[in-house]
Structure formats: C-alpha cells, structure tokens
C-alpha cells in the first residue's frame, strides 16, 4: 500500500503563490507517476500535472502551463505543485495521486490511472 498525504494548501489572495507539497510512503515501485489534480466546488475533478518520478519529465494541463510546476525530491518522497499568480477559479480541493504502472510513453492524465489517492488539501484563492 501507498500512503499519500497532502500539505500546504490555504486561502490565498488573487496573484499570490502557494506550494503544496505530498508526502510519500509506503510500498515502492520501480516505474511510476506522481500526479496532481483538483476538484473545484460542483465541478468534476480534472488533471493538474504529472511528473514521471524516475526521469522528472513533467506535463501539464494546457490551461495551467507557466504558472504551476510540479517537481519532486527522490530523497524526502516528496512531490510538490508550485502555483503562481493564483486565480478565483483555481479554488479547489487538490489532490496527489500515484500511477503505479507507468510506462512513460504518454502523460496520464486520467483519474483512471492512479491507484493511490491523498486526501486532498483547500485551495482557496480570493478575489
């Protein structure tokens, strides 16, 4: 089993920064992805961005390229999504989430490829 735990979220104002970090633990695998997601209030919950943990190569929401950066630390097992020049519409329950077969041959950007899920942590961005 994979242990996931999300921090760092918070009420922020517009054009502020917040960096949520994910702490790892548990089983290990040798091939897998450290995604971010986010659920805003009566929407359905969509792909942030995702970061191949062997080689750092990342992927992002189109929407969401140039202001978050997902990044990792192989030594702490931990991921992180670095957001700036935060919006309203960037409110949000944000989610980390871990691929555990993942090939690296295309981004996974689907729920439906992550099998270990944090409990999220509160984004919200005020206008």
């Known amino acids: 089993q994979v242990q996931l735990v999300e921090s760092g979220g918070g009420l922020v104002q517009a054009g502020g920064s917040l960096r949520l970090s994910c702490a790892a633990s548990?089983?290990?695998?040798?091939?897998?992805?450290m995604g971010w997601f986010r659920q805003a209030p009566g929407k359905e919950r969509e792909f942030v961005a995702q970061?191949?943990?062997?080689?750092?190569?990342?992927y992002y929401a189109d929407t969401l390229k140039g202001r978050f950066t997902i990044s990792r630390d192989k030594a702490k097992n931990m991921v992180y999504l670095q957001m700036n020049s935060l919006k309203p519409e960037d409110t949000g329950v944000y989610y980390c989430a871990q691929a555990t077969r993942y090939t690296g041959s295309s981004p996974y950007t689907g729920e439906e490829k992550y099998a270990y899920w944090g409990q999220g942590t509160q984004v919200t961005v005020s206008s």
């Open positions: 548990g089983r290990t695998f040798s091939n897998y992805a």
């Open positions: 970061i191949n943990w062997s080689s750092g190569s990342t």
